[in-house]
Structures are given as structure tokens and as C-alpha cells.
């Protein structure tokens, strides 16, 4: 059996060396599974704190060590073995450059999104793997994120499936790892001020 | 005198009627007479490292397939089915040593030759009926290429591109030639915006007076160090040849301490000293200025700037080229690289593409802000209004054309062309003149072009 699915490795980032390499370990917990639950509960609340553009309560989130990555989608034939854009990505953060990022926002004069945009992260299959690791989890989403500026534009979708690592502290479960598959490879959307 | 020629004479005195940013007919004639004929930058060598290699790129409508061929030659070759038409490569980017058309199965060398013909016997009867031998993909009409950078044009007329850059190529190797080895392109991130594509290209060319508003919040969260951003008033800009851009003014200091200045380790300085001409080396170290943003017309623009990318005082320099790649006369492709020498440490390597993403590209936290601008003005080109408002664009020049600042002199800046301290919009009118320059030129219509057939004389 072949398939089309190749995961992202942070490894594969020049800036990935500090990521957790933690993986899923076997089928994916039943649903009624409380850290399944947890865990959905988790990326729910995320998505409402990312609509509402809540940033510093989001970044709280965040581990110290967090890779936040999305590289770049590239067409490639079936069996090329690769498709995304070797040694490069749209995002490739820590959570310096996410505090950044956020801080940016926290300003007068981010003009991109001041009037803000109106979100809607859409988070939908879900499901939860547990890891050699009972204080962490491996997190299967897919999100579509509507938004909307101004009164004269058309609105921009983005769509991404994202893999994400959490991980119990003593501040409660915080995202170790993210991984965002986007769907395009020319993304119609003017910039990615936002997160997915 | 035509609308046209009224809109290109107003554009040539700085008075841009403001609905050339949302135009289809101005598009329309962009796409012919602008677009038809000059050189397009399509990938970099280092794109296509092995025999082999390819990218997929598009010139406007035109696809393109950039490869390697077994000789270790580059070629662009339309990516056209000789036959029927179909895309002979479908990837963006792989390793192949054919392309095979999945409609009928023919099939082409990674050089473009056609060596591969289903039934060419029965259903041509061989070589009287089909002529295969010698049969290839179209090629570009033009290619060239400068310090590894390839450009096509769609006319074959096209001038050398030596010729074309002139001395925009002095710039050029401060982005492209930092050893020499040369760059590593990686990418690109490409995303559409519902800008005009000119606006863009303007912007990078010159304009260093929208940065202190535009971007005044990368200041205030200390990605960048330039105190307000207001040092760019005492930066330069320059025109020569085909291209032009901006600079900032460095603090007093040898070749050597301006370029540590800017985050640049003593390996590479020692390389760029080695490599660019002892003129080069005057704009950093005798006059300087350090280059920043350029375009080349008509729609490739060059970033070289120096954030801080740690919670440190250290900055650290990147670099970005970028296609301005026109989808519409309100829609513009933005197709954006990373770049890097080829002989700096691999630790540098990774943080300059650490700045390039905080601050350039579909992410990046100053290009951001631009395109939010560049969209609102944009949709409001669209509108009937917009064709009787002539945007000012003359800053720099007085009334009667004279102007604000004299232009520096051989002594205060040693490099080629014309260049100005402080902010003017000389840039955004050299360009806007090429364009108009281009505009006003028909285009003689280009030969078709066949192949197979053989000649039949009628009636003997």
C-alpha cells in the first residue's frame, strides 16, 4: 500500500534541533478516553482563545521549548518522497518569535490588523494518541480558519491539518509542538498575521 | 493625443492617474508590450544543484520548466506538449531524467528533446510522416543568467541581460555575489494579494519614507534597532540602469566595523572584500551606505536588512529576492526566497533565515503592513474617481522639475549611477518611466512556430 501522507519532522528545520521528538505510540484513544477528552477540550478552547485574537493568554500556552512550524507545501509527483519546500516554511518559531509576534499586535501601529480581522478557526477530527510518555499527548486536528476584513473584500480561507504535542506541567497541559500541513502551496490570503 | 498617451504623459511627470493600479486594459497591455518582452527571473541555479533537478515557474499565464539536463546545463523549456498541449510536468519542483505527456505518452529528455513517440510508425508512419529527430520543448525565446540568477524573456529580440541590468549589476552582486560561491536560494513562499503588482515593485525601489509609519511597530517591539526608524532619511537611494533601491547610512567606522555593525561575522566580511570590486567596497566603507531594499524592472525586488532575531542586542542580516508576479490588474502573486551565501556557517545560515521569517515573506512582521496598504489602495483604484485623481509622486523635485537635493556626488557615493540622500521618489519614476517607455511600443507579432510537418508542395 502506498500513501500520499508524509509527516512533517521538525528535524527537518534548520531551526527545529531544540524540538521535543516525542511520537504517537499505537491507535488512537477511544473517544470516550479521558485524556482524549482532555485533550479535544483543549484544542477547543485554544481555537476560541485564536478567534477572539486573545494572544497573551494564548502564548501562556506555549512551552518554553515549543517548535511551531508550517513549511511549505510543494506539488510533487506520488513517490517523490517530499512535498514541502526543502529547508524552508511560512512559520518556523520559538517562543521568542511568537512573543514577537504577539507583542507586534499588542502595539497601535500593527496596521494589518487594525480594524482587526474577523476569525473563525473551524477545528474538527479530532483525535488523541498517547505517547511513551504518559505526561504527553499527540493531538490530530484539522482546521479551517475563515477570515474576514474590511466591507469590500472577499473573505480568505486557509485549510491545514496540524499534529500537535501536549504536554502536562505544573501549569496544566501546554503545546510542545505543533505541526501545520497546510492544504495550498500559494496560500490566498494577504499575509498569515494569524495563527492556526 | 489617445487616453493612453494622456495616462503615460502624466505618468511621466510624476501625476500617476491613480486608476493605473486597478486597470484591465492597462493590464492588457502590460501583459503584451511590457511583459511580452522583458526579462523575467524565473529560479537560481542553486534550485537545480544535480543533473536532474527541476522547478516548475510561470510567467504570467506561461509555465516553464527550469531543469538540468545530464550535461549539467539549465534550460527553460515551455512546459507544453508538443501534440496536444498538456502540461508535460505537472510537480513544482522533483528529479527526472524525462517528462512523459500523460495524454498520449510522449515523452522528453530532461533537455527537452522528444525521444519518446507511442505508434510513431503506424499511426505517422515514421519519420516521413512525423519528423522526430531534432524535436524539442519550445524553448524560452531568451535566457541568461548573472551570478547564478536565471532570467527568460519571452522575446526573442530581447537584448543581452547583461546589457539590460547595466550598472544595476554593481547592486545586484551586494545581494547575489557576497563569495564566490555566490547565493543558495530556498523557497519560495508564494502567496497571492489583491494588489496591484507596480505597487509592490515601487515600494522596494525607493520608497523609504513610508517606513518610519508603515513599520513603526517592528520598532516598537525591538525587532529592529534603527532608533524610530527615522535613520532612513539619512540613507540614499540610487538609479543605474535597469534598477534601483535604497540604503541606510552606517555609523562611522571602516569596511570591516560597518558590516559587523549590520551582524555580518569577520569569515564572510573577508570574503566580500575579496570579491566585490574595490569600488563595491567604497559604498560600505568610504561613502557608507549599506544597501537595503531594490527592484529591478520591472517586477523583481531585492530586501537586505538586519533585525534582531534573539533576546540579545546582536542583529543579524538576511536577505530576500521576490517576484512580483502578476495574476490580474488587482491580483499579484508574491513569490518570495530566502538567500544566503553559499560559504557562510551553517549557524548563520540559520539565523538569517530566522530573520527572513520574522520579518519578510507570508509571515514576515514588516511585510505585513505593507500589504495591507497595498490591498486597500488597490480596490480603491477600481472606481471612477480614481481616474481623475493624479497621485502626487514628484517628492524630491520642485515645481519647475529642479530639485530638493542635488544628487551626491563620485566623492560622497561611490557607486554607479545617480543617488540621493533623504527621501524622493526618483526611483518610483524611473520605474514608472520604463513602464511607460514599454507601453507605448507596439510589439510586432512573433512567428508561429511548427514542427513535424513536412513541407508538401501543392499540385506537383
Request: glycine share 8%.
Amino acid at each position: 500500500m502506498t500513501s500520499a501522507y508524509i509527516p512533517i519532522d521538525s528535524r527537518r528545520s534548520p531551526l527545529g534541533g531544540h524540538a521535543s521528538a516525542t511520537e504517537r505510540a499505537g491507535r488512537s484513544l477511544p473517544f470516550a478516553d479521558e485524556r482524549h477528552l482532555l485533550a479535544h477540550q483543549w484544542v477547543v478552547d485554544e481555537a476560541y482563545l485564536l478567534d477572539q485574537q486573545d494572544y497573551e493568554s494564548w502564548l501562556d500556552l506555549l512551552t518554553e521549548d515549543i517548535h511551531y512550524y508550517m513549511p511549505i507545501k510543494v506539488t510533487t509527483a506520488l513517490g517523490a518522497g517530499f512535498d514541502t519546500a526543502p529547508g524552508m516554511a511560512h512559520f518556523d518559531e520559538n517562543k521568542y518569535s511568537l512573543s514577537r509576534r504577539v507583542a507586534r499586535f499588542a502595539t497601535e501601529h500593527a496596521w494589518t490588523e487594525d480594524p482587526p480581522s474577523r476569525l473563525r478557526h473551524f477545528v474538527t477530527n479530532i483525535r488523541t494518541f498517547a505517547t511513551d510518555d504518559a505526561d504527553e499527548l499527540v493531538v490530530d486536528s484539522a482546521v479551517l480558519l475563515f477570515r474576514s476584513r474590511g466591507d469590500v473584500r472577499e473573505h480568505a480561507l486557509i485549510s491545514a491539518g496540524r499534529e500537535d504535542l501536549l504536554r502536562r506541567t505544573d501549569d496544566g497541559w501546554l503545546l510542545a509542538r505543533r505541526h501545520i500541513a497546510i492544504d495550498e502551496s500559494v496560500i490566498r490570503m494577504q499575509n498569515l498575521a494569524i495563527f492556526l | 493625443m489617445s487616453e493612453l498617451e494622456l495616462t503615460l504623459d502624466d505618468v511621466r511627470r510624476g501625476m500617476i492617474p491613480a486608476h493605473i493600479y486597478n486597470d484591465r486594459e492597462i493590464f492588457e497591455l502590460e501583459k503584451e508590450r511590457l511583459f511580452g518582452r522583458s526579462w523575467q527571473f524565473v529560479a537560481h541555479e542553486s534550485e537545480v544543484p544535480q543533473s536532474g533537478d527541476y522547478v516548475v515557474r510561470r510567467v504570467l499565464e506561461d509555465s516553464f520548466i527550469i531543469s538540468r539536463d545530464d550535461q549539467g546545463e539549465v534550460r527553460a523549456m515551455f512546459n507544453m506538449c508538443l501534440h496536444r498541449g498538456m502540461q508535460v510536468c505537472r510537480a513544482e519542483m522533483g528529479n527526472a531524467t524525462h517528462f512523459r505527456c500523460p495524454y498520449h505518452g510522449w515523452s522528453y529528455r530532461n533537455d527537452g528533446r522528444l525521444v519518446g513517440l507511442p505508434f510513431h510508425r503506424e499511426a505517422y508512419g515514421g519519420e516521413a510522416g512525423f519528423s522526430r529527430k531534432g524535436q524539442t520543448l519550445l524553448p524560452s525565446p531568451s535566457l541568461g543568467t548573472y551570478n547564478g540568477m536565471i532570467f527568460i524573456s519571452l522575446d526573442p529580440e530581447a537584448p543581452p541581460l547583461d546589457e539590460f541590468l547595466g550598472d544595476f549589476a554593481f547592486y545586484l552582486d551586494y545581494y547575489t555575489k557576497q563569495s564566490p560561491s555566490g547565493i543558495e536560494l530556498r523557497g519560495p513562499q508564494r502567496w497571492r494579494i489583491k494588489a496591484n503588482w507596480k505597487i509592490g515593485a515601487e515600494n522596494f525601489a525607493g520608497d523609504m519614507y513610508h517606513t518610519p509609519q508603515t513599520h513603526m511597530s517592528v520598532v516598537e517591539i525591538g525587532l529592529f534597532r534603527e532608533p524610530k526608524a527615522e535613520r532612513r532619511k539619512d540613507g540614499s537611494t540610487y538609479w543605474a540602469g535597469k534598477g534601483g533601491g535604497t540604503t541606510y547610512k552606517l555609523p562611522e567606522g571602516t569596511f570591516e566595523e560597518r558590516l559587523r555593525y549590520v551582524g555580518y561575522p569577520d569569515a564572510m566580511i573577508d570574503r566580500m572584500r575579496a570579491t566585490w570590486s574595490a569600488d563595491q567596497c567604497a559604498v560600505v566603507g568610504d561613502s557608507g551606505f549599506m544597501i537595503s531594499a531594490a527592484s529591478l524592472f520591472p517586477n523583481l525586488s531585492f530586501v537586505h536588512n538586519w533585525p534582531r532575531v534573539e533576546d540579545s542586542d546582536d542583529v543579524l542580516p538576511f536577505i530576500s529576492i521576490r517576484s512580483w508576479q502578476p495574476i490580474s490588474e488587482n491580483e499579484t502573486e508574491v513569490v518570495s526566497w530566502f538567500a544566503v551565501d553559499k560559504e557562510a556557517p551553517e549557524d548563520f545560515k540559520a539565523k538569517s533565515y530566522k530573520a527572513y521569517l520574522m520579518c519578510f515573506g507570508s509571515t514576515g512582521m514588516f511585510e505585513q503592513d505593507d500589504v495591507e496598504n497595498w490591498v486597500s489602495l488597490t480596490s480603491t483604484a477600481a472606481g471612477s474617481m480614481a481616474r481623475r485623481l493624479r497621485l502626487n509622486s514628484r517628492m524630491g523635485m520642485l515645481a519647475d522639475g529642479s530639485a530638493v537635493v542635488e544628487p551626491l556626488s563620485g566623492d560622497e557615493f561611490a557607486g554607479p549611477g545617480v543617488a540621493h540622500v533623504g527621501y524622493g521618489e526618483y526611483n518610483q519614476r524611473h520605474l514608472l518611466d520604463e513602464w511607460a517607455n514599454h507601453l507605448e511600443r507596439p510589439v510586432t507579432k512573433s512567428a508561429g512556430v511548427e514542427f513535424g510537418a513536412t513541407k508538401v508542395e501543392v499540385g506537383s
